[in-house]
């Protein structure tokens, strides 16, 4: 009976799971999406989803809320959509009758894989085994639902200026890495990014996420825009014909991954007209209209609350729908399509692109970061230091790489140079920090004022090199150090001569005392420029 009775239910639930993944694939084929079982062009026709009133937690999860769920599911219909985009969900949640009720509807799932406790800072970023771990563990929560999850989103407006550039270094290391993660449980879900349609930096953009090799490049192409502002403006006058025109020769797929100004309200959305038809219609591949929900930003169509199972449509509603309706994109057939665009030219480094492309941050690894801890002579007696410890080794950490090289865990975008333990996670760069000091003084002082040190007279690991063999969080194995390049070599030839002189050369000589120092004078001033990031890290944030 036992043994029925388990078979019976192992029955059910693999029924359950290919039930929950019966929806047709979507696919890519060049610079456009297609149903890979009808062989039609597929274009994205969503709103971004992402309820906030009500909510009694801090962990908002839409895709949690049953009864709210089913509720916004018949307005979905109502409204003639095929996808939403989701940007917080708790991975520890339960989301089967959501998603039932959303594949039941034939709704697909834009998933970001950033939250905003785990995302890459822009203004200091780094890409490390935290992050990583838990945007994999998002990953695999929804492995489940196959192929209702259309695609990821690795960022979303992480670089939206010239001094924010580098993060997109890291955005980029993250979209490869996590298409290697998918490729690993045997998904090719796509991966890609969304901008904030910055004028100054966005070709740099566009270029850099579509340049390189097809394992570091994004899948797909997001321009959140918030031009087309009411019935007064037009494709020409909005910038959208300008947008247009930048994407007309991508070689991956585009789309707006947020659109609809609230500046005139009820809004109409006269831009879903240029969007689905002959404006648009044969470079993007749709859109996101942003948002649902009505929010203190006051961008929705519908008012609901958590856990309600009703709600009140806004003056924005029928506009919306009437747009929808009568949005009908002639779409090519995917056996006839012939995609002739090339991809994108790597932009070369400058002051006003801060990032090279000769190479991107290494893959995290876990177990590169642990060897390493287990090699320092002098450490932290408990690696997660305190609010008030984290402050005092910021502090520490700044005084240190400004007498001595910290290029091992220091970054350089716009040279394209990165410590073979930058991507540990910031406690651990700053106890390697703290034992080079230690190292420094001939192993006379562990210490740092303010924090618990400890002496390790006998190490593990007694020669960190070893570490520089372990596998990375994906399984690979490699030196961290030769990380695969996204530069396709064509940018060597760009007319730009600006090259990134401005970028903190200055401090070159804050390494001369380090007695043990033989990287380049570019090298120490990397160290120097990330120390402050660091120590500016610490003080504000208290991230050690």
């Known amino acids: 009976m036992k043994t029925s009775l388990l078979g019976s239910i192992a029955g059910m639930l693999c029924a359950a799971s290919m039930a929950l993944a019966a929806m047709d694939p979507i696919v890519i084929k060049g610079s456009k999406f297609f149903n890979e079982k009808t062989g039609d062009q597929f274009f994205f026709k969503g709103v971004a989803y992402q309820p906030r009133t009500g909510l009694s937690s801090s962990d908002p999860d839409p895709l949690a809320d049953t ?28 989301h089967d009758e959501c998603m039932k009720a959303l594949e039941d509807a034939g709704i697909y799932v834009v998933l970001d894989m950033p939250s905003p406790k785990y ?16 945007w994999a563990a998002k990953v695999d929560a929804f492995t489940k639902y196959g192929n209702q999850v259309v695609a990821w989103i690795a960022g979303n407006e992480v670089a939206n200026d010239v001094d924010t550039t580098p993060s997109a270094a890291f955005v980029k290391a993250a979209v490869r890495d996590m298409k290697a993660y998918l490729r690993s449980k045997g998904l090719e879900t796509p991966v890609g990014y969304a901008d904030n349609d910055d004028m100054e930096i966005r070709m740099n953009l566009i270029n850099y996420f579509n340049c390189g090799d097809e394992e570091t490049r994004a899948d797909f192409y997001g321009i959140n825009i918030y031009r087309w502002c009411g019935d007064e403006t037009d494709f020409q006058t909005s910038g959208y014909a300008d947008v247009t025109k930048n994407m007309t020769d991508y070689s991956i797929p585009s789309l707006l991954t947020e659109f609809g100004c609230n500046i005139n309200r009820p809004r109409t959305f006269p831009e879903v007209k240029s969007l689905y038809g002959s404006d648009m219609g044969g470079t993007f591949s749709g859109g996101i209209m942003y948002e649902f929900t009505e929010e203190d930003n006051k961008y929705g169509i519908v008012k609901v609350s958590y856990g309600d199972s009703k709600y009140e449509k806004t003056g924005d509603y029928d506009g919306f729908k009437k747009a929808m309706a009568a949005a009908k994109p002639q779409g090519v057939k995917m056996s006839s399509y012939k995609p ?9 480094a400058s002051s006003s692109w801060k990032v090279s492309p000769d190479a991107l941050p290494p893959t995290p690894s876990a177990e590169r970061c642990q060897c390493m801890l287990d090699s ?58 703290v034992n080079k000091n230690y190292v420094n003084q001939k192993y006379a002082k562990c210490e740092i004022d303010g924090a618990d040190t400890v002496a390790v007279k006998a190490p593990k690991v007694k020669d960190d090199s070893v570490c520089l063999t372990k596998k990375d969080d994906i399984g690979s194995v490699g030196t961290p150090s030769s990380n695969v390049g996204s530069g ?10 600006d090259s990134a002189d401005d970028s903190g050369d200055s401090n070159d000589d804050s390494a001369s005392q380090d007695d043990d120092n033989s990287t ?25």
């Open 67 to 94: 009864a709210g769920c089913k509720r916004d599911v018949e307005a979905f219909k109502d409204l003639g959509l095929n996808s939403i985009r989701v940007y917080e969900v708790d991975y520890n949640n339960n």
């Open 119 to 134: 995302s890459i800072n822009r203004s200091q970023p780094y890409w490390d085994h935290d992050l990583m771990s838990h």
């Open 340 to 348: 002739q665009s090339k991809d994108s030219t790597c932009p070369k």
């Open 376 to 433: 320092l002579g002098c450490t932290f007696k408990n690696i997660d230091l305190s609010a008030s410890e984290g402050k005092a080794v910021g502090e520490a950490v700044g005084n240190i790489c400004g007498l001595t090289s910290c290029a091992e865990v220091a970054y350089d975008t716009s040279k394209g140079e990165y410590g073979n333990y930058v991507a540990c996670d910031s406690n651990q760069r700053a106890a390697w920090i």
């Open 488 to 497: 396709s070599g064509d940018d060597k030839d760009a007319e730009d001569d």
């Open 520 to 544: 380049s004078g570019a090298a120490s001033a990397a160290a120097t420029a990330f120390v402050k990031l660091l120590a500016a890290a610490a003080v504000a944030h208290y991230l050690f």
